[in-house]
């Protein structure tokens, strides 16, 4: 009966010897794992943040590293629409809108602004106040300062109903 037991025990006892020796690798996996999944976490990090960060932030206007003049007009253009700037510099965008409506200038990623269009659309006379935007009346001038952190295309536009549909679009090439 002891014996038995015995046997039992020991019969008992490799499957847990087994499932230790699991353990044990996995932990040595798990062990392995940080280092992976940091590299991992640290790639999709810099690809999300590439991502947000893609088109640049707000710039500090104390940082100014040169001023571009933009024109928005009523013939739906942004003049110039095409804009060539240094990765790393800070623009401040002199916005002046020429037309008899209202206009506006707003950084960002051609999906983020098919987005913010589409929401325009349905609530028509929907404000902002951020940073990558500056809206004007017409005859306003404003200004948006925006610093350019990654190499790319960074798009902009103005989202007023209607206006980015006509292609009231433009880009700015970081290199
Ligand atoms: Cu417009």
Known sequence: MK???????????????????????????????????????????????????????????????RTIQVLMSDDMKFTPAKVNVKRGETIRFVVRNAGQTKHEMVIGSMAELKEHAESMRKMPGME?????????????????????TKAGAVDFACLQPGHFEAGMMGKVSVK
């Not at 062990?31 to 690809?47: C, D, F, L, N």
């Open 128 to 148: 902002h106040d951020e940073p990558n935007q500056v809206t004007l009346d017409a005859g306003k001038s404003g200004e948006l300062v925006w610093h350019f």
């Open 3 to 65: 014996a038995r037991m015995l046997m039992l025990a020991a019969l008992a006892l490799t499957p847990i010897a087994a499932t230790a020796h699991d353990d044990a690798h996995q932990g040595m996996m798990h062990g392995m794992m940080p280092g992976m999944m940091h590299g991992k976490a640290e790639s999709g990090h810099s690809g999300d943040s590439g991502h947000a960060q893609g088109v640049g932030k707000a710039g500090d206007p104390k940082k100014i590293s």
